[in-house]
C-alpha cells in the first residue's frame, strides 16, 4: 500500500539516478530536455504546497502557505526561470532525446504528482474529509513534513542541473543550470533548516482505499497475507468513518452490524492462534513472551466482538432482515391466503464481505492457502512458515496491530448507525413489550434499554481493541520493530473520540517516537453463523 514516505523515497532515488547518467553523448537538445523534464519536478512541487493543493476542484483562493512553503516556492520558481533562461540559449526547448535520464526525471514527477493524489484520496471534491486521517491534514507538523521531504526531492533536482551544466557547449546555458542549481540548493537548505523539527512519522501516511472488497482466493501467495490485511482494515476504516458521519450512499444494517461482528470476532481467534503459533518459533523468550501476551489480549477482543453479536440476536432491522430469530413456518391457513412470503436478502454492505475476507486471509495465514471459512481448521503451519511469511515476529506483531486500529473505528461508528436505523428496529423479546400493543404480534418496536445494551457491548470492544492494540505495539516494540502509523493512528482515534459525547476521551493508541453480488460469499447471504469447528 502506497505512502508518502515511499513516494518520496522514489522521486529521490530516481533524481539521484538521473545524476550518475552518463551525458557525455548528449548533444545541445537533449540537454534542453532534460532541464524540461526538471523544470516539470519543480512545477509538481508548486502545485503540491499549501493546503489548497489537495482538492480536484480549481479555487480562486489566494494560497496561504507557511513560511517555509514560501520559501521554498520563490526559490522554486526562480530555478524555474533560470532553467527556462538555459532553454532558451539551446534554441530547442523541450526537444531532444533525453535518454535514460530523462524518463529517471520523468518518474521523479510522477512520484511527486503521486504524493498530491495520495493526499487528495482522504478528501472529497469538496474537501470534506473522507477518512479520519484527513483532519491530520490541518496540522502544522503536516505542512512542516511535506516541506521537509519537498527540499530533499529539491536537493536531489539540484545535482540532476549540476551534472546537466557539466561540459555544456552554450556558456550561457552553462552559467543558467549553474543559477539554477544555486537556487536548488538554498531552497534545500533554508526550508530543511525551517522544519528540522518535522516527524518522521508522517511518512506512514497511507493512501484511501475504496471500501470495495478484495477477495481472498486460493491462488493469493500467503506471503502477501499480512500486505492484504492491511489494505482491508484501511477499507473498512474508510467504511467506519463513512457510517460514522452518514456520508455512504449505503448505509450499514443491522444484518451488516451483526455479521461483521461476527466475522470479527472469528478473525480476532484466527489472529490469536496465528501469534501463538508464531510465537513456537521465536527463540528469543521476551519477544515470545509478548506474542503469547498480545494472543490472550486478542481472544479479549473476540470475546467482546462475540457479546456484540449476542446484543444484535433478538434484533431485527426490517429494511434488511436477512438476520432474524428463527420464525416458526407458517401455517396453512396464511399459505392458502397468501399471506406467506420469504424474507428479502439484499446484498450485504461490502464492508460485511471485507470482513469476512480478513478473517478468511488470517485462516489462509494459519492454515494454509486452501483454507476457507466452510473448512474445519486442519493442520497448523509450521511456525518458521508464519515468520517467514510476516517477515519476522515484528512485522507480524505491526501488521496484525491494524486489525484492533480499524475496529476500534468501526465500534465507534456502531451506535450511531444504530442510531439513525430509529424505527427500523424491531425486537421479538417479549419483557420489553409495550402494554397497549397487540400480544399477537411476534415482533415490536426495539426499546430504548436494547439500544443501550448495544452501545455498551461496543463500548466494552472499543476498550478491548485499545488493549489489544497496546499489546501488539509492545510485541513489536520488542522485536525491534516501530509502527509509525501508530502516531497517525493515535492521533485520528483522538479527533473521532471528542466528536463523540459517549466515547471514551482519554488517548486511544500510545504515541511512539524515535461489490458486486457475483463477488458476494454464499455464507453471507444467509444465517449461518461463522466460527471455528474443532
Do not use: C
Not at 501508530?486 to 482515534?493: E, K, Q, R, T, Y
Not at 473520540?497 to 504515541?511: D, G, K, L, N
Request: proline fraction near 9%; glycine fraction near 8%; hydrophobic fraction near 40%.
Amino acid at each position: 500500500m502506497t505512502t508518502l514516505g515511499e513516494l518520496f523515497d522514489a522521486a529521490i532515488t530516481q533524481l539521484q539516478g538521473a545524476a550518475r547518467e552518463p551525458l557525455t553523448a548528449v548533444g545541445p537538445e537533449g540537454r534542453a530536455a532534460l532541464a524540461g523534464h526538471v523544470d516539470t519536478v519543480l512545477q509538481q512541487i508548486r502545485r503540491g504546497l499549501g493546503p489548497g493543493a489537495y482538492t480536484p476542484a480549481p479555487t480562486t483562493e489566494e494560497r496561504f502557505l507557511t513560511a517555509a512553503e514560501n520559501g521554498l516556492d520563490q526559490w522554486l520558481a526562480q530555478a524555474s526561470a533560470w532553467l527556462d533562461r538555459a532553454q532558451g540559449y539551446l534554441r530547442v526547448p523541450g526537444a531532444g532525446d533525453a535518454g535514460p535520464a530523462g524518463a529517471r526525471i520523468e518518474a521523479a514527477a510522477q512520484a511527486m504528482g503521486a504524493v498530491r493524489d495520495t493526499i487528495s484520496s482522504h478528501l472529497g471534491p469538496d474537501r470534506a474529509p473522507l477518512t479520519p486521517y484527513a483532519y491530520l491534514l490541518r496540522q502544522q507538523s503536516a505542512f512542516d513534513y511535506l516541506s521537509s521531504r519537498y527540499a530533499e526531492v529539491t536537493r536531489a533536482a539540484g545535482q540532476v542541473v549540476h551534472r546537466i551544466a557539466q561540459d555544456s557547449e552554450h556558456p550561457g546555458a552553462a552559467e543558467a543550470f549553474e543559477a539554477a542549481r544555486t537556487s536548488l540548493d538554498k531552497a534545500s537548505v533554508f526550508t530543511r533548516a525551517a522544519t528540522r523539527q518535522s516527524d518522521g512519522h508522517w511518512a506512514a501516511f497511507p493512501l484511501a482505499l475504496p471500501v470495495l472488497p478484495v477477495q481472498a482466493t486460493p491462488g493469493d501467495p500467503t506471503s502477501a497475507i499480512t500486505t492484504r490485511l492491511a489494505e482491508d482494515s484501511e477499507r473498512l476504516s474508510r467504511a467506519a468513518y463513512a457510517a460514522l458521519h452518514d456520508r455512504d450512499e449505503r448505509r450499514l444494517s443491522g444484518s451488516d452490524l451483526h455479521q461483521m461482528a461476527r466475522w470479527t470476532s472469528a478473525a480476532r481467534l484466527l489472529a490469536g492462534r496465528a501469534l501463538l503459533r508464531a510465537a513456537e518459533g521465536v527463540p528469543d523468550p521476551e519477544v515470545a513472551s509478548s506474542l503469547r501476551t498480545a494472543a490472550e489480549t486478542l481472544r479479549e477482543s473476540a470475546a467482546a466482538w462475540k457479546g456484540t453479536a449476542s446484543a444484535w440476536r433478538q434484533i431485527v432491522d426490517t429494511t434488511d432482515p436477512r438476520e432474524h430469530p428463527a420464525l416458526a413456518p407458517p401455517g396453512y391457513p396464511m399459505v392458502r391466503r397468501g399471506m406467506a412470503v420469504r424474507m428479502p436478502s439484499p446484498d450485504p454492505h461490502p464492508a460485511t464481505v471485507i470482513s469476512r475476507t480478513a478473517a478468511t486471509r488470517l485462516g489462509q495465514l494459519l492454515f494454509g492457502a486452501e483454507w476457507t471459512p466452510d473448512r474445519g481448521p486442519g493442520p497448523v503451519r509450521p511456525a518458521a512458515d508464519i515468520l517467514a511469511d510476516a517477515g519476522g515476529p515484528g512485522p507480524l506483531a505491526a501488521s496484525m496491530y491494524r486489525l484492533p486500529s480499524a475496529g476500534w473505528q468501526m465500534a465507534a461508528a456502531a451506535p450511531w448507525t444504530v442510531k439513525r436505523a430509529g424505527a427500523t428496529l424491531v425486537s421479538d423479546v417479549t419483557a420489553h413489550r409495550p402494554p397497549d400493543i397487540d400480544k399477537t404480534r411476534r415482533f415490536y418496536p426495539v426499546h430504548l434499554r436494547e439500544v443501550e445494551a448495544l452501545t455498551g457491548a461496543y463500548s466494552a470492544v472499543m476498550a478491548a481493541e485499545q488493549k489489544t492494540a497496546g499489546t501488539l505495539l509492545e510485541a513489536a516494540r520488542r522485536a525491534g520493530t516501530t509502527v509509525p502509523r501508530a502516531v497517525l493512528d493515535a492521533s485520528a482515534h483522538q479527533a473521532i473520540a471528542t466528536e463523540q459525547r459517549w466515547a471514551p476521551p482519554h488517548q486511544v493508541q500510545p504515541t511512539q517516537r524515535p461489490v458486486p453480488r457475483a463477488s458476494v460469499p454464499q455464507d453471507l447471504m444467509t444465517v449461518r453463523r461463522p466460527g471455528l469447528r474443532h
